[in-house]
């Protein structure tokens, strides 16, 4: 029968006598010694480390029965036949059997996995009992075949040389890679939550983790360090092996080697393949394959890699690089790689793929990069269904929790009922990140010294471990296993419920408001940092992720659709905007006063506890910040309609309250985090521009808040006088970063209306934005494309413009991807085509290369790296779009 993890039931009894083992070496205290563990001849070091675990354990074990005895082995050991045990399934993987059999306890597995998992389940039992569990019989598997976490081996900034995502293997960047101790009690916990895989993350790591003969000029480090790094590496996959934990290193495409790239007159990333890169690649791949047999692979395709080059690169360099590896092994059976359906296109790539190399997981996003819904649905829950019909493992990727930081966050029922999606979906793997990722291995409490995730997070690592291996438990029973987890650790039973029910009424919040209010699921935005008036009433200007609503939440409205019906009198359906709003903040009330309510029946660490209870007056605020923002903005968007000044007074009351928890908020949070957020590069743009190095924490924002209520104070007095309102200033031409286009694709022109658009067309630009005139720029053929190759004088954003409502197959610019920026919509007018937005992305200094394919699209120029510009709407072009009149003017 199955059986739930820790938990003390009665089985069936049975009896039998095993003879014929070989004991190994077993030492422990004089009252566990009567209960010796036996494991099979030629066991394999993930049984023996069970063993271990076991004997450690019996170690509590206070009575014994005489004569009991624990004996270990997989099914099919020959010394198992002669007993009645029942077979596991033809397909069976990592699945035990726990049986009592007179004085003799059997811990057997369908593999060397399975008698692991066996072995912690009764380590487990005896340490809650203190006793070996009397009459067991259970048999368990794992739900999901890939069960695993992620570790960045990446910095919250970008140090290496501008490029995005390289970060060398070394002492300095990454200490905790060469701390054995740390790494064995991080694996232990991975093995204890039965966690079968680790991620590392990093954009080109075969230059910190390989020698390279056929490429000299590719090393990046000295060898001493490239001799440390390549034994722990060796070291690390060693231990995680021994604990049923495949490594996999991830890296992007097309990445290089930077000392190769240099050597070679090439970028550090490449958008298209290149015959010397696609060698060094296919080199690089096969020597990490043999070096590293035991190790996986997993490969972001994208992002610097345009996605219809995808296909090409993974059949062309990849698989052939993975193939070679395993030919110089001599092994014939194809070991899974992990390919990211992200910036990609992965329908063709797999339809490329899959005849050269059948065993391909894929992995995609589980609500973008946030947590927002327990479930998914429209184009995500499409994407997912494809996947899992076409892949070996769909792996669903719960990415960088952007909504949650830097709160604790553990909601367990949330977990399990997200998990129990997996399964009904067809999804077979979990890769979860840490709710800090950029920032591994520290918590962002500003404490002293400082907080490890492993253990301020230890419920978010243990119910994504526990539901992983069985969503299927009974919720009554799972709410008395939590509330026994948090007692164990808070010292009462009292303590235990209070918690659990705070972690369980905060949990939903900042998930259920998001996709109701948020412009995005992904990076870009901190959500506990707050948002503006601007980003709440006009979303569209800020590139909103259309999925954050229609795939990545319940059905309901957005608030300007709320608004829109409120005033058509029309019904409202799924979840409102402002009845999200309410409940979420209701939800923290009950939250932060269960909290407080526990304090008399703390009595074990009483320091982590008042952190709990700061978080969740923080979380009150926060959602309290919220609900009286969407409060305004409603009345805002309600005055665009009948311009009845009632509404904006209500709105000025509204958001003069807003500021205040605000201010509250910041008082409670900002003293007790180092950053609200962990990646501090200018990706993060919502609520404000310029990244965590202008915006890290609570009290930079404030100041933003209050000058926005000053203006839309000063807005009001000047809308009741009659004074007129300057909406737009003075608009000059954008600074540019001097470039030189290298022979090849494309030509350059100066931007100005009359200007041809495409290099072979006669389409000429008839309204441009002001910004734009006089720009040097660049245009190409769109029914030929090319890879454009330039020098930049300094580092720069490229600005490129794009047809605003063109098709994925002809624009590489996804949302999710948010590798780009969007800067103003509605720039470039020209005969027959739509309007163009224009879109930023950031380019290193020196030597580099785009190919965007084909389509409609221009360069328009570049700017300094370092300037920040808020994204916004060119009036006078869209003014003859009939669209209603923008508000934003009363805010900024």
């Not at 035990?96 to 399975?114: A, E, N, Y």
């Not at 231990?239 to 495949?246: L, S």
């Not at 047999?293 to 690089?321: F, K, V």
């Not at 470039?828 to 084909?854: F, Q, R, Y």
Request: hydrophobic share 40%; charged share 20%.
């Amino acid at each position: 029968m199955q059986m739930t993890q820790r938990e003390i039931t009665a089985g069936t009894a049975a009896s039998g006598v095993l003879a014929c083992w070989l004991m190994l070496a077993f030492a422990s205290p004089a009252h566990a010694a009567s209960v010796p563990v036996f494991t099979a001849k030629g066991a394999t070091p993930r049984e023996l480390y069970g063993a271990e675990k076991l004997r450690a354990a019996l170690i509590e074990v206070i009575d014994a029965p005489a004569g009991a005895r624990i004996v270990v082995a997989i099914r099919n050991a020959p010394e198992l036949k002669r007993y009645d045990l029942p077979e596991f399934w033809p397909q069976a993987e990592e699945s035990f059997l726990i049986r009592q059999m007179g004085k003799t306890w059997i811990v057997t597995g369908s593999d060397p996995s399975g008698v692991l998992y066996g072995e912690l389940e009764l380590t487990d039992r005896i340490r809650a009992a203190h006793a070996l569990p009397e009459g067991i019989d259970d048999m368990e598997h794992p739900a999901l075949k890939l069960r695993g976490t992620c570790i960045g081996m990446q910095k919250p900034e970008i140090t290496y040389e501008g490029a995005e995502y390289d970060y060398p293997y070394t002492p300095a960047n990454f200490p905790f890679f060469y701390d054995k101790a740390e790494w064995i009690k991080y694996l232990d916990m991975l093995a204890e939550e039965r966690y079968n895989a680790l991620y590392l993350w990093n954009g080109h790591p075969f230059t910190s983790l390989l020698k390279l003969p056929k490429y000299p000029e590719a090393q990046e480090l000295p060898t001493a360090q490239l001799d440390q790094n390549i034994a722990m590496f060796k070291w690390l996959t060693a231990e995680a092996d021994k604990r049923g934990i495949w490594v996999l290193q991830g890296f992007y495409n097309i990445h290089l080697s930077h000392a190769f790239a240099r050597a070679h007159h090439l970028p550090f990333h490449l958008s298209a393949p290149d015959p010397l890169a696609t060698a060094y690649t296919r080199y690089a791949i096969s020597e990490f394959v043999r070096e590293y047999p035991h190790a996986g692979l997993m490969m972001t395709l994208g992002e610097a890699l345009s996605p219809h080059y995808g296909a090409e690169w993974l059949t062309q360099a990849i698989l052939p690089g993975v193939k070679d590896g395993l030919k110089e092994l001599g092994i014939t059976t194809e070991p899974p790689i992990v390919v990211r359906a992200h910036a990609t296109d992965i329908d063709a790539d797999m339809k490329a793929a899959l005849p050269l190399y059948s065993n391909i997981d894929t992995m995609f996003k589980w609500n973008g990069e946030s947590l927002t819904w327990t479930n998914v649905r429209g184009p995500v829950l499409d994407r997912f269904k494809m996947l899992a019909e076409n892949s070996n493992v769909a792996i669903a990727n719960v990415h960088l929790l952007s909504n949650l930081e830097p709160f604790r966050w553990g909601d367990p029922d949330f977990i399990r009922q997200t998990l129990a999606n997996f399964q009904r979906i067809g999804i077979g793997g979990l890769h979860v990140y840490p709710l800090r990722y950029w920032d591994w291995p520290w918590a962002g409490d500003h404490t002293s010294p400082l907080l490890d995730q492993t253990s301020r997070d230890w419920i978010w690592f243990a119910a994504w471990g526990r539901y992983a291996w069985n969503p299927n438990r009974d919720p009554e029973k799972e709410h008395a296993y939590w509330a026994a987890r948090f007692a164990e650790k808070f010292g009462s039973a009292e303590a235990g419920e209070k918690l659990l029910a705070a972690y369980t009424l905060a949990g939903p919040c900042q998930p259920s408001l998001l996709p109701r209010i948020g412009i995005t699921e992904g990076n870009r935005q901190a959500f506990a940092l707050g948002m503006t008036m601007p980003q709440l009433i006009d979303a569209a200007r800020f590139n909103p992720a259309v999925t954050l609503w229609t795939g990545d939440a319940p059905d309901g409205e957005r608030l300007s659709d709320y608004v829109d019906e409120e005033v058509k009198h029309e019904p409202h359906h799924g979840e409102t905007p402002l009845g999200v709003s309410d409940e979420t903040a209701e939800a923290a009330r009950q939250a932060l006063e269960a909290a407080q309510a526990a304090a008399p029946f703390v009595t074990r660490d009483k320091a982590e506890y008042e952190r709990i209870v700061n978080d969740m007056r923080a979380i009150n605020q926060l959602m309290l910040f919220y609900n009286a923002k969407v409060k305004a903005a409603e009345q805002v968007l309600l005055y665009g309609y009948d311009h009845d000044a009632a509404h904006l007074h209500r709105a000025e009351e509204l958001l003069a309250e807003s500021v205040d928890r605000f201010k509250q908020l910041t008082d409670i949070a900002g003293p007790a985090y180092r950053t609200a957020t962990s990646m501090e590069t200018t990706q993060r743009q919502i609520p404000f521009r310029g990244g965590m190095e202008n915006f890290p924490n609570w009290q930079q924002c404030l100041p933003m808040y209050e000058k926005e209520l000053a203006t839309f104070r000063k807005r009001l007095v000047q809308l009741s006088s009659g004074a007129p309102i300057e909406q737009n200033k003075t608009i000059t031409t954008l600074p540019q970063v001097p470039f030189t286009l290298k022979p090849g694709a494309g030509e350059t022109f100066t931007v100005e209306k009359g200007a041809a658009l495409f290099a072979d067309s006669q389409i000429a630009i008839s309204g441009l934005a002001p910004e734009l005139a006089g720009m040097k720029g660049i245009r190409i053929s769109p029914a030929e494309g090319g890879t454009l190759h330039f020098d930049l004088a300094q580092d720069a954003q490229i600005l490129v413009g794009f047809i605003s409502n063109a098709s994925k197959k002809n624009s590489v610019l996804d949302p999710e991807t948010e590798q780009w920026n969007l800067l103003l919509l509605n720039a470039v007018d020209a005969p027959k085509i739509s309007a163009m937005a224009v879109w930023a992305k950031p380019l290193p200094a020196g030597e580099n290369e785009l190919d965007l394919g084909t389509g409609e699209y221009v360069v328009l120029g570049f700017i300094p790296a370092d300037l920040h510009i808020a994204p916004h709407v060119n009036f006078v072009q869209s003014s003859k779009d009939g669209s209603p009149p923008n508000l934003d003017w009363l805010f900024e």
